[in-house]
């Protein structure tokens, strides 16, 4: 939506993370057309449900092509829009609702196959949009409106488990930081295979974790994002395990393989093997 | 006098060549000029089981699989006792005589298959001694024969002489064998060649080609009984630039990424059964709202659940014409004929480019296992799947208006939100109720741009009418004709395109005092639409796992016409 939309009325909450995200993957989209010459129609974002599923609707200036569709598959969705058209720079957004409970199944695909995608995660860990239930990633005996007694379960761990499920690029962000987010992003979507980054974004009517994550040094609160040191190896896979275990938030590319094709890349590579025939032909092969 | 068809049931144990002796039966009939079909029910397990094979062997065209069996070739013992009550009083059995003994069935005939095929020095030509033996049965020349073995087996090998001398001497003895036990079928009448090109092929394959003859580009499919053979050939062969067919991780990821294909461009599809279908149920309300292109196959098994994997039913009308929640209709199309199973695939491709919205393209286990005997598929009279597409600049109304617009392709100006929420003209969500009332009437009105108007009509004139879908074809047809022969007044109606009707067609149902609807489910799924729609229709229903017999639907229509004149008579 390029311009006001009377008809539209979702809305954000005021200071909601995913503005930031939202500024990112503009500024990311923005670089991309500048740095290829690529048109802004160029680019398909393939959106979840949920509070920032509506990302799609809410970008600003020039308008990428969009797909708003079912709770949990954009990723399955992507997969078609991506093997139909190879050349085009495809992006999914979602939540940590969408992506990590209903749509968990596709992950593990995807790794496998090295789609050449970026999906952009806001994790804000809790269900925003049906107001306030716990997500995989709310934490432990957290009180949500689902969980009146506590969440029963542990906090999912996004990071281990894209890092397991040999997700290729990985890369972690806060939605308080538009800029650094969107070189974040810019890396996925010029990575060769499957990215996430995966982005903090509190949202400040359930589950306002901003202190948290920014620190309030005055009153003894230490931030919970740090950088990722400069010296550390992203493609060593052992390291950025280690990373993991020092608890917090890791801002920064945390793994990113370079060695593995693309599944686009690898169906190209069956076409020697492969050989075309024409419908004449194949009927003809049941002539008698 | 002589036959004009016959039927031959094998039966025996998975893996012991039930199946290929059916279909090389099959094929060698077809070579020398006969028609010939086959119908197969397996049991759901790699290996072994219990397995069935039959095949009906015609001088005339026919479309159902024969309501007797002329001739058992029993593999084992529990194959004998199983279907021996299903042989014609005339009819023979012919035995393993390796694998067990018989006493007392004077019409049965031992032939050791596998001494008999190892003494030619070929372990493999077992089936050959069958054939051999089934020639003679039905008196079929023996040149015939040699003819068949000569092309199967000649395929530029050193050792083809060797194996096509060992295969003729099988097929020898298997004949001279079994004229020692004095049993004859009579003479099956000289096969009439036809004068057109033929193909020998089973409906699986022709729904792949029907689609790729379209113009199909993407598919993406999950293994599924009895549909997988459709995602194996397309694998093959749906290949190279521009072309893809993709094995997904479920019947969620097959429909989700036909979405994303058929939004990006490409005429999209997958196939599968019911299981499948009920996955697909919110992919396929997304693609009815975003107006996306796809085709979905659903190759009907029976039950609900994984009820009956592998046996043939027609109970997914409901679940394929109401898939999703909210209001859809989707458009559909059932294949009732193997011929059929080529030009509905090609038609739900076109349909679904020519409206931008999904299309289920109905089969059933029955059709798509069996192989047989078809005109060659006139490519000609095939059309290239199109849709409208956009060509103008950005700033595009995707979704204005009731009526279908040109559809922009990612890649090019005219970007826009394919929107799974009720949407305005751009595609941005919203939940104006007048919206709801444009979007909703434009979905459906779309509908109308499917209607076609070709349909099968006879005798149109009697008020009480057969109209059967799907696969029940093949046996209602047959059973019409004897009944139209026996002077029974009944007109015939019969179309492939569910939905939309042919408008004519329903027309002149609705007129009917009665519409007999033979159909294998329990509900009467299709006179119950019917009647939803003004046809005062009345099923015949029949829930075993297998297709109708002729001569049951003979009795029962023939029952309900003369309940209904009975009825009229008193009015």
């Known amino acids: ?288 | 006098m002589q036959m004009r068809d016959f039927v031959v049931r094998f039966a025996g144990e998975g893996g012991q060549g039930v199946v290929t002796s059916a279909e090389g039966l099959a094929q060698s009939s077809t070579q020398v000029g006969y028609h010939a079909l086959t119908f197969a029910t397996f049991p759901s397990q790699i290996l072994g089981g219990p397995t069935w094979t039959q095949a009906r062997i015609s001088v005339d065209p026919v479309l159902a699989p024969g309501d007797d069996v002329n001739v058992l070739v029993a593999f084992n013992r529990d194959a004998y006792d199983e279907h021996e009550g299903d042989v014609r009083e005339d009819g023979v059995v012919i035995f393993d005589s390796n694998e067990f003994e018989l006493e007392g069935d004077s019409r049965s005939f031992g032939l050791p298959f596998e001494e008999l095929a190892k003494s030619t020095g070929n372990n493999r030509a077992a089936n050959m001694v069958i054939m051999g033996a089934l020639a003679h049965l039905i008196n079929m020349p023996q040149e015939n024969l040699i003819s068949f073995v000569e092309q199967r087996f000649t395929r530029g090998r050193n050792e083809d002489a060797q194996i096509i001398k060992s295969n003729i001497e099988a097929l020898n003895l298997g004949r001279s064998h079994i004229a020692e036990s004095g049993f004859s079928l009579g003479e099956l009448a000289p096969p009439e060649m036809p004068e057109y090109k033929q193909v020998m092929i089973k409906g699986n394959e022709a729904v792949s080609l029907g689609a790729m003859a379209a113009g199909l580009d993407f598919y993406a499919g999950y293994p599924i009984s009895p549909a997988t053979p459709i995602l194996l050939y397309m694998e093959r062969n749906l290949v190279g630039e521009n072309r893809l067919a993709y094995q997904v991780s479920s019947e969620i990821e097959a429909i989700t990424a036909i979405i994303g294909a058929g939004y990006a461009g490409k005429r999209a599809m997958t196939a599968t059964s019911g299981p499948g279908v009920s996955l697909m149920s919110e992919g396929l309300g997304l693609a009815w709202i975003a107006e996306i292109p796809l085709v979905v196959v659903n190759v009907q098994r029976g039950g609900p659940a994984t009820g009956l994997p592998t046996k043939t039913e027609q109970s997914d009308l409901f679940s394929c014409m109401y898939p999703a929640h909210g209001d859809v209709k989707m458009p559909i199309i059932a294949a009732g004929t193997v011929e059929e199973c080529f030009y509905g695939a090609a038609k739900a491709v076109e349909w679904a480019e020519r409206y931008q919205g999904p299309v289920i393209l109905m089969s059933e286990m029955a059709l798509a296992e069996r192989v047989q005997n078809i005109r060659k598929p006139d490519l000609s009279a095939v059309k290239d799947a199109k849709r409208v597409v956009y060509s103008g600049n950005n700033g595009y109304l995707r979704y204005a208006g009731s009526e279908l617009s040109p559809m922009p392709i990612p890649g090019n100006p005219g970007a826009y939100v394919a929107n799974g929420s009720e949407h305005d003209d751009m595609g941005d969500t919203t939940h104006l109720g007048e919206r709801h009332v444009q979007m909703t009437e434009r979905r459906f009105g779309k509908i109308k741009l499917l209607e076609e108007n070709e349909y099968e009509s006879d005798q149109t004139e009697n008020s009480i009418a057969v109209l059967p879908w799907g696969g029940s074809k093949g046996p209602a047809q047959e059973a019409y004709a004897q009944l139209k022969e026996s002077g029974l007044p009944v007109s015939w109606y019969y179309t492939m395109f569910l939905n939309p009707l042919p408008p004519k067609m329903l027309e002149e149902l609705k007129k009917k005092d009665l519409v007999i609807v033979p159909e294998l489910n329990y509900q009467g799924q299709f006179s119950s639409i019917l009647r939803s729609m003004g046809v005062k229709a009345e099923s015949i229903t029949q829930y075993t796992g297998l297709p109708f017999k002729a001569r049951t639907l003979v009795e029962k229509i023939t029952e309900m016409t003369n309940a209904s004149l009975k009825e009229m008579v008193r009015v």
Not at chain 1, 115 to 138: E, F, W
Not at chain 1, 177 to 188: E, F, K, T, V
Not at chain 1, 206 to 230: C, M, R, S, V
């Open chain 1, 1 to 288: 939506m390029s311009k006001k939309n009377p008809e539209y009325d979702f809305k954000w909450c005021p200071g909601c993370g995913d503005f930031g995200v939202r500024r990112a993957i503009e500024f990311a989209m923005i670089g991309r057309l500048e740095e290829t010459g690529l048109p802004m129609e160029n680019n398909v974002v393939v959106a979840g449900i949920g509070c920032s599923g509506n990302l799609v609707h809410l970008l600003e200036g020039d308008q990428p092509y969009g797909i708003h569709g079912i709770h949990g598959r954009s990723l399955p969705i992507a997969l078609g829009v991506k093997m139909a058209q190879p050349n085009l720079n495809v992006m999914v957004v979602a939540g940590d609702g969408d992506f990590l409970s209903i749509g968990g199944e596709h992950i593990a695909p995807q790794a496998a196959r090295n789609l050449n995608i970026c999906a952009v995660i806001m994790d804000n860990g809790v269900y925003g949009l049906t107001k306030g239930q716990s997500s995989p990633t709310t934490l432990q005996g957290a009180i949500t409106s689902s969980t009146p007694f506590g969440k029963l379960e542990t906090k999912t761990n996004p990071l281990e488990l894209y890092l397991t499920l040999g997700v290729s690029f990985i890369a972690s962000g806060f939605s308080g930081q538009p800029r650094p987010l969107s070189q974040l992003i810019r890396q996925g979507m010029e990575h060769s295979g499957f990215s996430i980054v995966h982005v903090q974004s509190p949202c400040t009517t359930y589950n306002d974790t901003f202190i948290e994550l920014k620190g309030d040094l005055a009153n003894g609160i230490q931030p919970a994002l740090w950088d990722i040191p400069e010296d550390h190896d992203p493609s060593d896979r052992a390291a950025a395990h280690e990373l993991l275990q020092q608890g917090g938030v890791p801002v920064g590319v945390l793994y990113n393989d370079t060695s593995r094709i693309s599944l686009d890349e690898a169906v190209v590579g069956t076409w020697e093997k492969a050989k075309p025939k024409s419908v004449e032909q194949l009927l003809g092969a049941f002539e008698f």
